[in-house]
């Protein structure tokens, strides 16, 4: 799946509800959001994006219309 980034790794060991929802997702999806996370260098916004993300997983999905 990836390694997960740090930042992530802190949250969902410090938020047992986040870490839960994170759990439930797909192998797809959490790879998504690990690779999402892993682009951005600002840990301040690596965290509200994992936020963001495994809150509402199709945040960041492109659609084709």
């Known amino acids: 799946m990836g390694e997960i980034p740090e930042a992530l790794q802190v949250l ?3 938020d ?5 929802r994170f759990t ?3 192998d797809g999806k959490k790879r998504s959001i690990i690779i999402q996370i892993g ?3 600002n840990i301040d916004k690596q ?3 994992s936020i963001q ?3 509402n997983p199709n945040l960041g ?3 084709k219309h």
């Not at 047992?16 to 839960?20: G, K, M, S, T, Y």
């Open 12 to 14: 969902l060991a410090q």
């Open 16 to 20: 047992h509800d986040l870490n839960e």
């Open 24 to 26: 439930r997702l797909t």
């Open 39 to 41: 682009k951005i260098k």
């Open 47 to 49: 965290i509200s994006k």
């Open 53 to 55: 993300l495994i809150n």
């Open 61 to 63: 999905r492109k659609y």
